[in-house]
């Protein structure tokens, strides 16, 4: 590696990629060049760097100075200021004065600790911070039956929504022999409000493989896939250029570093339906067929993707394993709670300040994410609800404000953790609006197979419809509720089942909202 | 295809190149890049410390850039900043100058006196 004197860090991700990071990369290695300082001054892509509505944004380092809204006008001033006269470029300067009081909490971090920080393009980065001494220990020193073992020590569940134990999961496969197995990493992010899967990928995509290797070996899969979806470009991209390295490396391939273990792995993309989410769903999509669900049991575990035995976790749940092998499972465990070991990587959106990502540890508060990570609520709006869990998730009010956000806690409330989204909405929102959308969603993107689902989500739809339009009388409240419930206990898979959350949710703690719409227009109720 | 060898060898390799990105800097080399200093040529002084550096494969040295400081008359200036150390600030100097104080300064630890215009 040569050496430079700084290093400029420019996120890639996709919304910066569309708010013309690729164009300010490029004036900013022609001005540096123009002004011979090509040589001396790095020009790195990476993952994103946490901030978010601030266009597209910078690192400099070792200044350690991130800039915000770099346009390519900007470009010029930039590099003749900073990088020729050594003063930063203070109107565009967002660290300062912002990080006092959003930290970004690299020390607590462990599925997002690379991203923003090194070049995902690059594997020799990766190694650099300690990149597939995972893959190492567990290729190289650790049984098959040790690494499912320590998985189910370390306690780690399913970041995708349902939260089932990971280590238990792998233990159903695990033992099978004699058929080919396979492993694979549902990024098929579809939840609304969610896109921790991405930040993960585009960031740091060669954890994720590190985790997809581990994986393999633990339950003895010789092929693995990564079922993402089609929109996701970029980590499409990455993930391809990451895998190609790892093969150029020795990583995959045939008898990976000489100890006699296959593994292939291989990109399948997913059209962008929400269903295919759904375990079974995204096999049949992956076999070619069309995405609905399979019936269960048998479980994916045993007969999944073409009859064989197939495990499927969340990209999430992944990138957590190899920091769990590194340092294992009782590290992992005083992290987070006791029944919900290690991190969860949260999506904060609405109307909060700053809008972005955080990674912190399973049973932090609503409070603290919101006021700490998210910058507080927006000037001059105040906290109403939050919709945590994507679309199928739950309405929280201010009362729950204080609840410790893990698994087994939010279980008691009879609320879910989801996907980690965390949807933040102001006073001034009918929370009949926010479920006519969440209804409105599960309605286009129920696959139809079973009635319950197929019905019931065109049914609330009419019902929500006709209480905005003022035409239903209070028995509409009920008749939306027996309907969730019906498709809660009947619907096929998740799809329909998880609409009850919503549902009940918004008509426990909003009443008032959607007792404003009711017979607003009873002269004319037929 | 890479053996376990190689590849702990291009890890190690990495480790310590991500490490110049970080602060971990044993000593800081900083060049005053002000419109006089580079007038009369720091920019040079600046590549000659880069490639002197380079070339000896030190990991942990900073070199970073500053405005000037008041000694215009003095340009090109460099502090060189070590820990638990006074900081000392070298003048009039030339890309020669510049490796000298490599070679004797940040290698060896002994101060080039010759080439002195400020002590703390």
Redesign the interface.
């Known amino acids: 590696?040569?050496?430079?004197?700084?290093?400029i860090l420019i996120e890639t991700d996709e919304a910066s990629v569309q708010q013309g990071a690729r164009e300010v990369m490029n004036a900013l290695k022609q001005e540096l060049a123009k002004h011979?300082l090509d040589?001396?001054v790095n020009v790195l892509e990476t993952g994103s760097l946490g901030f978010f509505e601030r266009g597209v944004c910078i690192a400099v380092?070792?200044?350690?100075v991130i800039y915000g809204n770099v346009k390519v006008e900007d470009v010029s001033s930039l590099v003749s200021e900073h990088f020729?006269?050594?003063?930063p470029l203070t109107h565009l300067v967002i660290e300062r004065s912002e990080k006092k009081n959003i930290p970004l909490g690299y020390d607590k971090r462990i599925v997002l600790e690379n991203s923003g920080?090194?070049d995902p393009e690059e594997i020799?980065?990766y190694?650099?911070?300690?990149?597939?001494?995972a893959w190492?220990k567990a290729l190289?020193e650790m049984k098959p039956e040790d690494i499912v073992q320590t998985v189910k020590d370390s306690g780690l569940r399913g970041r995708g929504g349902a939260g089932f134990p990971a280590g238990i999961k792998w233990s159903f496969t695990s033992p099978i022999k004699g058929v080919q197995k396979y492993v694979v990493i549902n990024a098929d992010e579809g939840e609304p409000g969610t896109f921790k899967d991405r930040l993960i990928m585009e960031g740091d995509p060669h954890k994720l493989l590190e985790g997809t290797m581990i994986a393999s070996l633990a339950v003895g899969a010789t092929k693995a896939y990564i079922y993402i979806r089609g929109e996701y470009k970029l980590c499409i991209n990455r993930l391809q250029r990451a895998i190609d390295q790892a093969y150029?490396?020795?990583?995959l391939?045939k008898n990976i570093?000489?100890s006699g273990f296959d593994l292939d792995i291989e990109i399948e993309t997913g059209a962008g339906a929400y269903i295919c989410g759904e375990e079974t769903a995204l096999i049949e999509s992956m076999e070619g067929n069309r995405g609905i669900p399979r019936t269960k049991p048998p479980y994916p575990g045993v007969k999944g993707f073409m009859q064989n035995p197939t495990v499927v976790n969340n990209v999430e749940t992944i990138a957590n394993v190899p920091a769990i092998i590194n340092k294992g499972a009782d590290w992992y465990r005083n992290i987070g709670t006791a029944e919900s070991p290690g991190t969860k990587v949260y999506t904060i959106l609405g109307d909060v300040a700053v809008p972005g990502l955080c990674e912190v540890p399973m049973g932090t508060t609503l409070r603290t994410i919101i006021n700490t990570y998210g910058g507080g609520m927006k000037k001059g709006s105040r906290f109403k609800s939050a919709l945590v869990g994507g679309a199928a998730g739950i309405f929280l009010g201010d009362n729950m404000l204080d609840v410790k956000m893990d698994f087994h806690n939010l279980a008691e409330y009879k609320a879910v953790l989801g996907s980690g989204a965390i949807l933040v909405i102001n006073d001034s929102v009918n929370i009949v609006d926010m479920l006519e959308s969440v209804i409105k969603f599960f309605r286009h993107e129920s696959c139809g197979k079973c009635v319950p689902c197929r019905n019931g989500n065109e049914q609330l739809y009419k019902s929500v419809r006709k209480i905005k339009a003022g035409y239903a009388g209070e028995d509409e409240l009920d008749k939306m509720l027996l309907i969730a419930d019906t498709m809660q206990k009947t619907s096929f898979c998740a799809l329909g089942q998880s609409l009850l959350l919503p549902v009940k949710s918004a008509l426990d703690m909003f009443k008032d909202d959607f007792l404003s719409y009711i017979n607003k227009k009873k002269a004319i109720n037929k | 295809m890479k053996s376990l060898e190689e590849l702990r060898k291009i890890r190690e390799k990495a480790q310590q190149d991500m490490k110049l990105r970080g602060s971990n800097y044993r000593i800081k080399i900083v060049v005053g890049m002000g419109t006089s200093g580079i007038a009369v040529g720091a920019r040079e002084v600046m590549k000659s410390f880069l490639e002197e550096i380079e070339k000896r494969g030190l990991k942990d040295v900073q070199i970073t850039q500053t405005g000037e400081k008041g000694l215009s008359s003095m340009e090109p200036v460099a502090d060189v900043i070590e820990e638990g150390k006074p900081k000392v600030t070298y003048g009039y100097l030339t890309t020669e100058k510049a490796k000298r104080i490599v070679a004797e300064h940040i290698v060896n630890g002994q101060v080039v006196s010759d080439y002195i215009v400020a002590s703390e």
């Open positions: 590696m040569k050496y430079f004197r700084s290093h011979n040589q001396e380092y070792p200044d350690d020729l006269k050594g003063r920080n090194i020799n980065d190694l650099g911070v300690g990149g597939y001494l190492e190289l150029e490396y020795g990583l391939g570093l000489e």
